[in-house]
């Protein structure tokens, strides 16, 4: 009798399915190589060229625009700000999230706030950078406005100053994503049975201990994810930033980050300087930035998954 | 006995405290985002010279001129219709691609398949910008550039890695005897995938509103991608009479076109967000 | 209707663990009824799979009417499968539930809905053709799953647990209707179950499972009087069968304080061997009569009859010693008191070696 291993036998209604399931996946994997993975690559190799566009003949430079761009303090303050986003974001967003999972978990209107959280996300970037403005703007901006009619003058700051406007800028990215994180991460505690707490409640745990002892261990795979997506979303985040900075135009330098230079320097508007290799250098950059950091959350948040 | 209950009850009240004071603080929250929304709506009927000038006044008339407005700012019979035909196009295209290629990813066992996902979701990761100078000097090569059919292409293949991601987690939720049934009662494979299909409409659904939101929303690529008058999409359309706004200063004009794109997003919410949210967060969960 | 034959058939998982089947023979007749049972994880379920076509076998051959299915797909060996929570599709009517299999053949619709709707007055089904699965009870939806499987007219039926989600009174109904449509329709069935019971009463024969190995192929009754081994003993039966050590030289068993002559010869023996008395066959006895003294410690009280847990008072040689005896309820004794009990016939006691536990060859 022969005895083949169980790897690479399949059931007999499935025995071929690689062709088959070829046919399926391969029309959104040639999209997917043609629009994403095919331009990324190409980025890199425009990286090392010196390149005006079309029109212009590429020119290899090696590692120049890298050089280039690690001597320059714009570059670094881009980088900087990203990173700002990144941690000091992170830090409120994940804070805010978690705090009103464990809040809406017991309150009546649950759906509705949780629906009113998201909404930003669903809403054009550009319409939130308005309300933003509308909100901050120095002289007639509803937060100064209201600031002074409850008789806080003192409280008023000119929101949008370069010293400031950063700030601003994150606040507003708190503003928006918190709501998608309060989503993911209740989505992650919802699922946890509730006879898991009624458990914990009969051994009298507080609730300090339930949210350390239950939460927290069966949740940790969703928080792995909500933080993959958090890096992802704070290094790429654009359009808010481009049009709340610049009011509908080039922003203003004090609120550039590496997306925002990426476009500026490679594709902006108004003053065009199609730099493309500088851009895509910068490029480079973020990519090389996200997937170090996923690689390195998934490194530290790596647990066994637990099925329940 | 007695004091320890007294704690007991202190510091119960002292949780209670903050527990209240926590969801007022999640009421504020919410209300200051409502608020927000309701000024731009309100400010959108008032008159340009007296919106800043009195904050908190209700419109004094109907000021249906703002949206004439904003209709022509934004060119909204041209825009609205390119957003829909390259959102649509790009949703529906992407929807009929990621489907079949998220059910043989999950339900089809072949060597390769979960290495395939993950491909597949590392396109996530990858920001628009490292893709969009390259995506521009091919699109122009083969003149698919300023092109409604260029744009969707490309709102298709920015689609691709979520929608996939998304729709595997679908179908992965699937029992596999519904599967196992029809191959026994004699389905061809295309049969199992047309049978299976309907089971995963919900997530079909959520999948293809969230690509469509993230599409309507988007102005980036349209910015890029376009550059005629007659090609611009309602975002692209938003953000040049946000920066227009500053040799016109007609802002009761940008809060009504505010206003006009948000309409059919806000009646899309207010139906389809449970679908909305509960759809996006599968693909985390699972 | 066809015969189906099982040849060596093993499969292997991982190739570090054990086999989840091993070497499994098993033919059977045209018509026959047959029962897999065994523990969870004991490899039933995957034999039903190997045999559908939806799981390859890593070795062995299958045989279907004869013909070499091994590379058939599920789909084209004509065979019908009821699974455990019934697989049916959320999106369809009972109707094309039912008439799923045809319309995948191609059989035209006046003749399909023909065929739907006898099938679904075989089975009650009638007034629900119209309904989604979603709007029938768990019962309903059992008989929707048989439909599907009936009105193709396949070679072989095979089931998977069809009863376990159905409460205790449904299951007794719907355990006698399946065996009644079994012999109607003289189907080749397999059907796979964890529940004793379901084995004893519907199958022509039972297959028991064990660890990927078969442990004893035959009628229930004489499975139930012929245990080839322990497993097989304790796993027949409920309440299930009293083992004790007892020594044996071929012809006296000493247990207990009872010296027994046996009346069936063994191959000759000496030594300890695994003793197993079913509890119904225990009976109270008068002091000093009893084969077994001990202490009562639970009677349980059935209405028909009673069940009586007894500690053995002197049963030196091994340490776990409860007896359980079913007994009629006018002899049931006491809780908390002293009480003898007797073994009724000799030859009902079953005799197993010590280590295999397999039984003893008689003469």
């Not at chain 1, 370069?162 to 708190?174: E, H, N, Q, W």
């Not at chain 2, 008032?46 to 109907?62: E, G, H, M, Q």
């Not at chain 2, 009479?241 to 997003?265: D, E, H, K, Q």
């Not at chain 3, 027949?236 to 000493?254: K, Q, R, W, Y």
Request: hydrophobic share 50%.
């Amino acid at each position: 009798m022969e005895v083949s291993s169980a790897k690479g036998v399949s059931p007999p209604h499935l025995r071929h399915d690689g062709r088959r399931a070829a046919t399926f996946i391969a029309p959104a994997l040639t999209i997917y190589l043609l629009i994403i993975m095919a331009p990324t690559v190409a980025t890199v190799w425009i990286s090392f060229t010196e390149w005006r566009g079309i029109g212009d003949s590429p020119e290899f430079v090696g590692l120049d625009n890298y050089r280039h761009l690690f001597r320059s303090d714009t570059f670094w303050g881009s980088f900087n700000r990203t990173l700002g986003i990144l941690a000091v974001g992170g830090l409120l967003v994940f804070f805010f999230s978690f705090l009103f999972t464990m809040l809406l978990r017991e309150m009546r209107a649950k759906k509705f706030l949780r629906a009113v959280l998201f909404f930003p996300n669903v809403v054009p970037p550009v319409a939130l950078a308005i309300a933003w403005g509308v909100l901050l703007a120095p002289r007639n901006g509803l937060l100064n406005g209201f600031l002074e009619a409850i008789g806080l003058d003192f409280a008023t700051r000119t929101w949008l100053a370069p010293d400031i406007i950063f700030r601003s800028v994150i606040a507003g990215l708190v503003w928006i994503y918190t709501g998608f994180f309060v989503t993911i991460l209740m989505a992650g505690v919802d699922r946890i049975p509730k006879h898991f707490y009624e458990a914990a409640d009969l051994e009298g745990a507080s609730s300090r201990q339930k949210l350390f002892r239950v939460t927290l261990p069966l949740t940790w795979d969703v928080l792995s994810v909500a933080a993959v997506l958090w890096v992802i979303t704070a290094i790429k985040t654009f359009e808010f930033i481009y049009a709340f900075g610049g009011s509908g135009t080039d922003p203003s330098i004090a609120t550039w980050t590496l997306p925002v230079q990426v476009y500026a320097v490679a594709l902006g508007n108004r003053s065009p300087i199609f730099a493309l290799g500088q851009g895509s250098a910068i490029a480079v950059v973020m990519v090389v930035l996200v997937g170090f950091l996923v690689v390195l959350i998934r490194r530290i948040m790596h647990r066994r998954v637990v099925e329940f | 006995m007695e004091s320890v209950l007294e704690l007991g009850a202190a510091k119960r009240g002292a949780r209670l405290a903050s527990k209240g004071f926590g969801r007022l603080f999640v009421w504020v929250w919410v209300l200051f985002s409502l608020a927000m929304l309701a000024w731009l709506i309100l400010a959108a009927f008032k008159r340009n010279n007296t919106v800043f000038r009195d904050l908190w006044a209700l419109p004094d008339s109907n000021e249906l001129q703002n949206f004439s407005d904003a209709w022509d700012l934004l060119n909204l019979a041209q825009t609205t219709l390119n957003s829909l035909l390259t959102v649509g196009g790009g949703t529906a295209l992407t929807m009929a691609v990621a489907a079949p290629a998220a059910y043989a990813l999950t339900r089809m066992r072949f060597r390769g398949a979960s290495p395939m996902v993950s491909f597949f979701a590392l396109g996530i990761g990858v920001p628009v910008h490292a893709i969009i100078i390259p995506l521009f000097v091919g699109l122009s090569e083969v003149n698919l550039t300023n092109s409604l059919w260029g744009l969707t292409l490309t709102y298709m293949g920015v689609s691709m890695p979520f929608a996939v991601f998304l729709m595997t987690g679908f179908f992965r939720s699937l029992p596999s005897e519904l599967e196992e049934a029809a191959v026994v009662e004699g389905a061809s494979p295309l049969r199992v995938f047309s049978v299976m299909l309907p089971l995963a409409r919900p997530g079909m659904v959520a999948s293809a509103l969230i690509v469509a939101v993230g599409l309507w929303n988007e102005f980036l690529l349209a910015l890029v991608l376009t550059y005629d008058e007659g090609k611009r999409t309602i975002g692209v359309g938003l953000l040049n009479t946000f920066g227009a706004m500053r040799y016109t200063s007609n802002w009761v004009g940008l809060f009504a076109s505010v206003v006009i794109m948000l309409t059919p997003l806000i009646i899309l919410y207010t139906w389809l967000s449970r679908r909305i949210i509960e759809g996006l967060t599968v693909g985390a969960t699972k | 209707m066809a015969s189906i034959s099982l040849n060596g058939i093993t499969k292997v998982f991982s190739s570090d663990g054990p086999p989840a089947l091993s070497e499994v023979d098993l033919d059977i007749a045209d018509g026959e009824f047959i029962v897999l049972v065994g523990p969870s994880g004991c490899g039933k379920t995957t034999l039903l799979r190997i045999v559908a076509g939806l799981e390859t076998s890593s070795g062995g051959e299958l045989h279907i009417d004869g013909a070499d299915v091994s590379n058939v797909p599920a789909g084209t060996r004509n065979i019908a499968m009821v699974f455990q929570n019934y697989a049916l599709f959320p999106h369809l009517t009972v109707a094309e539930n039912i008439g799923f299999g045809l319309k995948i053949r191609g059989v035209k619709k006046a003749e399909r809905l023909a065929q739907v709707e006898n099938v679904a007055s075989l089975l009650g089904l009638s007034p629900y053709l119209a309904r989604r699965p979603g709007e029938l009870s768990g019962g309903q939806r059992q008989r929707v799953a048989m439909g599907r499987a009936i009105i193709r007219q396949p070679a072989a039926f095979l089931m998977d647990e069809p009863l376990s989600n159905l409460d205790a009174k449904l299951r007794v109904e719907m355990r006698g209707e399946i065996s009644r449509m079994q012999r109607r329709l003289q189907a080749t069935t397999i059907y796979v179950t964890h529940d004793q019971t379901e084995a004893m009463t519907m199958g022509d024969r039972v297959v028991v499972l064990n660890q990927g190995v078969v442990q004893q192929i035959g009628s229930p009754e004489h499975l139930y009087s012929n245990p080839a081994n322990v497993f097989v003993a304790k796993f027949i039966g409920a309440p299930t069968m009293n083992m004790l050590v007892g020594s044996f030289d071929g012809e006296h068993l000493e247990v207990g304080s009872a010296k027994l002559s046996l009346h069936t010869r063994y191959a000759p023996q000496s030594g300890e061997v695994q003793v197993g008395v079913r509890p119904e066959h225990l009976s109270m006895a008068a002091a000093g009569e009893g084969h077994f003294k001990g202490k009562v410690v639970l009677v349980e009280h059935l209405g028909k009859e009673v069940q009586v847990h007894m500690e053995l008072s002197e049963a030196g040689q091994q340490e776990a010693s409860e007896l359980i005896a079913i007994v009629d309820p006018s002899e049931a004794p006491q809780e908390d008191t002293e009480a003898e009990i007797s073994i009724d016939n000799i030859n009902k006691v079953h005799l197993f070696e010590l280590d295999s536990g397999n039984t003893l060859t008689k003469l």
